[in-house]
């Protein structure tokens, strides 16, 4: 079993929609979570960490649930600018972090 | 100030062929990856160094791989021999401390990525 998996999806969304994505995590002592975001033929870079108590960052909203496991990341008001890749990132208390395979996401005019 | 640096950005090479790719972290990073990406398997850790030492290469497929990092400013990953499966993007990323900390010192910074083509 992977230790970390995401819907590779893609989705695809209108500009201005809100969009959701999951991805659920085996290790239930997993110590970090984040979100990365990958251009096409690009490195991955942070968009956001993600606590416990969940966090926003501006149209970005990072949510953790330990008891299930999973990880949630929810873009409103999409943009053009946001079709990419987004990673999700579990890491143990080893510092070793496991990235999915990545969610894709398009954003249509 | 400069990122995560890699070396080559492409290579091109025939199997049986020795590869060596490089990476110099951003200063004062501690921690220092190497990861794999392709289609099929996503992203994989390779081997990670703290403070120059290796920590865990529990990640690197076959003896056919080897890393170093003989000082704080420098790492080196290579294959020999390559052969067509070995076939991905190759990133070096680096990190203060890696972990979730509300001042952003935990991020991951990765290089470009050196794309390796075994032919």
């Known amino acids: 079993r992977k230790e970390v998996e995401q819907d590779p999806g893609p989705f695809n969304v209108p500009e201005g929609a809100t969009v959701a994505f999951n991805c659920t995590y085996s290790n239930s002592a997993s110590q970090s979570f984040f979100w990365y975001r990958q251009d096409c033929r690009k490195e991955p870079k942070l968009l956001m960490s993600?606590?416990?108590s969940g966090n926003e960052d501006g149209r970005f909203t990072a949510q953790l649930n330990r008891a299930s496991q999973y990880i949630s990341l929810l873009i409103r008001d999409s943009k053009l600018s946001d079709s990419a890749t987004y990673l999700c990132v579990v890491g143990n208390n080893f510092n070793k972090f496991y990235f999915g395979s990545g969610t894709k996401l398009n954003v249509k005019p | 100030d400069a990122g995560v640096i890699q070396s080559p950005r492409h290579e091109v090479t025939e199997m049986g062929q020795e590869v060596t790719l490089r990476c110099k972290p951003i200063?004062?990073?501690?921690?220092l990856f190497w990861y794999r990406q392709t289609m099929m398997r996503g992203l994989e850790l390779l081997i990670y160094f703290n403070n120059n030492v290796p920590i865990d290469d529990s990640g690197m497929p076959e003896d056919r791989f080897s890393a170093k990092m003989p000082n704080a400013s420098f790492s080196t990953l290579k294959i020999q021999p390559s052969e067509p499966r070995d076939s991905a993007v190759y990133f070096c990323?680096?990190?203060?401390?890696?972990?979730?900390?509300?001042?952003?010192?935990?991020?991951?910074?990765f290089g470009e990525g050196s794309r390796l083509t075994v032919l």
């Open positions: 200063s004062g990073h501690d921690y």
């Open positions: 993600v606590y416990s």
């Open positions: 990323a680096s990190s203060l401390y890696p972990g979730p900390r509300r001042d952003g010192t935990g991020e991951l910074f």
